[in-house]
């Protein structure tokens, strides 16, 4: 008797539409045609070309509704759409085939050839349907089964961890998962990174640093079978952890110092108290779900009014400034302000989508998303938790949403500070008219006798009332004019008494205690405005009025998931924090999956889903769905623990495992090479080889020149426009719009680049080369491109040469005067490990040689001293371009 063997399916995306092709007959070979189906196989073709004018609006095009079957074969003004089982004489092909359907100039929005050809199919198949289709689509939502069942919209389950051979590299769960997809294929993981490798490896992903000789030394050295576990826990409790993974965090909130939108890009005072909160919660390990419900409505956990507030509540208003990063150009310079008032919210409303839901949500602004199952009302129910906040018909701009941290103890003595400035004051401004009167009588006495009467009367008459004989007088006699910014010319003994007294003024007003502000989101008590359903997303066309609620798809948007319209048991109207609080529920099934996922990218270069703002149609599927879902109930089993997570990752052998300098994974069972057959190691059969990104190529340069200033949070470090129009770190200091005397740092040029200033019109040139990426409105994946104008800066940039001077210091500070020594101590601190042979060897050459030509061709230098130009040292000239061909070489701008 013949078995029953079960087909398999094979998903094909093309534009993010699933096309299904039956495999052959796993016993006879036969190729089976396929059964298509409206639903499944037609339906997202028509959504994404032709629901716009055939179905989404009142008035259909042509009178023709596309959205179900029987409508099609209804049809419409110019008769039935399809003839079931005869596509040649179906209206529809006939005019996709002409090119009317859609009437649209850009190809791409045409429909393929490859869709044209399924819905041929899927006629002469007899134009089936999966099940019977509703009696009448009105104004409800309606979602397929198909829609709803896609993979990243279903439940996470936590699937059993597979069981593997014994002897197998198996350090944790997630190793066993990977195997078993590599096992299947006849493949098993790359052996164990060395130790060196690990180090630098792990020290870059944690900290955005390299890692020091001492600690390299005390780690090659560390023979306890826990020693790289020690290791990772003392990464993790590091300060630097915080700056690094807060920096990944940063990407996706969309964080900037400026406001951007207009061209003048005004700065943002107080963002980076946000920052500081981001980097310092992560320090500590905050919860996730905590860290997510604090961003999104940390105010609606305060009692307003916002003052006398202790630190725990206003880290929790800092917190919402997660939800003031999207540009904003209220605060003036915006053409039409209302347009200016709702792309704030339509800005805000894509990062949180794409950071926590992993969705394109702000495509369904204006009309039905065209390939996710996500309509256009429910973009505008999910706007409605937020309107109460952004109420853009009682708008507030960005300075009038500031909550002014001070104290009425702050308060009382900074009028008590200001009373004594204001005596000091007083009492300069009655010496000051006393030495007035003083030199304006010895100036008088200079004049002929019967004259003083009648400069006396001019002088002492407004200006504005004088005669025109008063006026002829005082120009005559100019000194007779005397007043306190002239009294110098006269007395200046008397004008440096006074000014000594106003400068103690002064000094005494700078020690009153500094007002701050926290940048943040609230509501304004009482108010709550309706959310209105805008018409093609236009303002001035609303229509609807809809109540807050999260997707359809989700269930979020059911009678038993509704959210508050206005909490009575709360000051606000708690829409932010009900909403908040069922995305960390541990049951939604996006928000850990999206987390998850995003760690894994930061730590291997990719994520499991390699599109991490698109879980949806058009989003890449996971290449390990089970592991991703694994993680992501672990992670919510764990407390949303980060550290966590973390550790479960770099303790497996997939993230310890050698990569690609070192030899490929061995085939299992037969001939085949990994390299054929996964090319781009989505199987994960060696650890991929990454370029350091943009913040940590500069702050990896500052710390092996030991330049790096550990100096952290607080104000950003400016950045300015130099003369040759690059971004460099400096004060603007600008006379009559041209550069003025350069004003000193003091250090704070080698804070870490997290700490710079980041204004969206002046991108730092050190990073930008770097693919620093633009905050439009946020970053959900960077880019790591490979072009020449990288090696051009690390060849000619004031940035780099300077550095590599001060890392020629440092060698020769550490090593001393032996060439060798120096070599190898530039080999440990740029890249983790000793010279070989060759290397030294090839080393000492370069410097002979350099040495030899800046002796022939010497660079010269002022002499501070002397004011004349003098040749600078040979040897030390060949040991910085040394330092600046490590500091240029790819082994230290890439991690392997």
Known sequence: MRRFVPCCFVVLMCCGIGFVVRAQDAQSGASVKPSLTFERDVRPILKARCFHCHGEEVELEGGLDVRLRRFLEKGGDSGTAIVPGKPDESLLIERIRSGEMPPVEDESKKVTATELKTIEQWIAQGANIARPEPESLADEVYLTEEERSFWSFQPVRRPEVPTVKPGDQVRTPIDAFVLRKLAAQGFSLSPDADRVTLLRRVSFDLLGLPPAPEMVREFVEDDAPDAYERLIDRLLATPDYGDRWGRHWLDVAGYADSEGYTIDDVERAWAWKYRDWVIQSLNADKPFDEFIREQLAGDEMVKPPYAELPAEDIAKLIATGFLRMAPDGTGGGADDVNVAKNEVIAETIKIVSSSLLGLTV?????????????????????????????????????????????????????????????????????????????????????????????????????????????????????????????????????????????????????????????????????????????????????????????????????????????????????????????????????????????????????????????????????????????????????????????????????????????????????????????????????????????????????????????????????????????????????????????????????????????????????????????????????????????????????????MAEDFAVRVRREAGTNPGEQVRLAWQLALTRGPTDEEINDALAFLEQQTQHFADKPVMVRDAATKKDVPRDAGEVALANLCQLLLSSNEFLYVD
Not at 374 to 394: G, H, T
Not at 446 to 467: I, N, S
Not at 519 to 540: C, I, M, N, Q, Y
Not at 792 to 799: G, H, I, K, R
């Open 362 to 802: 702000g495509c369904a602004q204006c009309h039905d998303h065209r390939y996710d199952p996500i309509p256009q009302s429910d973009y505008y129910r999910l706007r409605a938790i937020f309107e109460p906040a952004y109420d853009w018909k009682q708008w507030r701009a960005p300075n009038a949403r500031r909550v002014s941290l001070y104290t009425d103890a702050a308060k009382a003595k900074a009028a008590e500070i200001e009373a004594k400035a204001k005596t000091i004051l007083d009492e300069r401004t009655k010496k000051q008219n006393e030495f007035i009167e003083a030199t304006f009588e010895k100036e008088l006495a200079k004049l002929p006798e019967e004259m003083q009467p009648a400069a006396r009367e001019a002088r002492d008459t407004d200006a504005k009332k004088r005669t025109p004989e008063q006026k002829e007088l005082m120009k005559k006699y100019p000194s007779l004019n005397v007043s306190a910014g002239s009294l110098y010319l006269y007395d200046k003994k008397a004008a440096d008494e006074l000014q000594k007294m106003a400068d103690e003024a002064a000094v005494l007003r700078e020690t009153k205690p500094k007002e701050e502000f926290v940048r943040a989101l609230t509501e304004v008590p009482g108010s709550v405005p309706k959310t209105f359903f805008f018409a093609r997303g236009d303002h001035e066309q609303p229509k609807q009025e809809l109540e807050p609620a999260g997707l359809t798809v989700l269930n979020d948007s059911s009678e038993s998931a509704k959210l508050p319209l206005n909490d009575a048991q709360l000051p606000t109207t708690g829409r932010r924090l009900a909403w908040a609080q069922r995305l960390t529920s541990g049951e939604h099934p996006l928000v850990a999956r999206v987390l998850v996922n995003r760690v894994w990218m930061q730590h291997f270069g990719r994520g499991l889903v390699s599109t991490p703002g698109d879980f949806g149609y058009l989003g890449i599927r996971p290449t390990h769905p089970e592991l991703l879902d694994w993680m992501a109930s672990e992670f919510v089993a764990s407390g949303w623990s980060l550290k966590h997570l973390h550790r479960l990752i770099l303790t497996s052998s997939v993230y310890r495992q050698a990569g690609a300098s070192s030899a490929a994974a061995a085939p299992t069972s037969d001939l085949r090479l990994p390299t054929s057959i996964d090319p781009d190691n989505a199987l994960y059969w060696q650890f991929p080889l990454r370029r350091l990104q943009a913040e940590t190529v500069r702050d990896a340069v500052l710390a092996v020149t030991g330049d790096l200033n550990p100096k952290r949070y607080g104000e950003p470090v400016p950045v300015m426009a130099d003369l040759v129009g690059q971004f460099v770190i400096g004060k603007e200091n600008l006379n009559a719009g041209r550069p003025g005397a350069v004003i000193p740092m003091n250090g704070e040029e080698h804070r870490k680049s997290i700490f710079v200033q980041w204004r969206r019109s002046r991108p730092l040139t050190v990073l930008d080369t770097f693919d620093l990426p633009r905050m439009e409105p946020n970053c959900e994946l960077r880019n790591a491109s490979t072009v020449a104008t990288q090696s051009l800066f690390l060849m000619n940039s004031t940035f780099v040469t300077d």
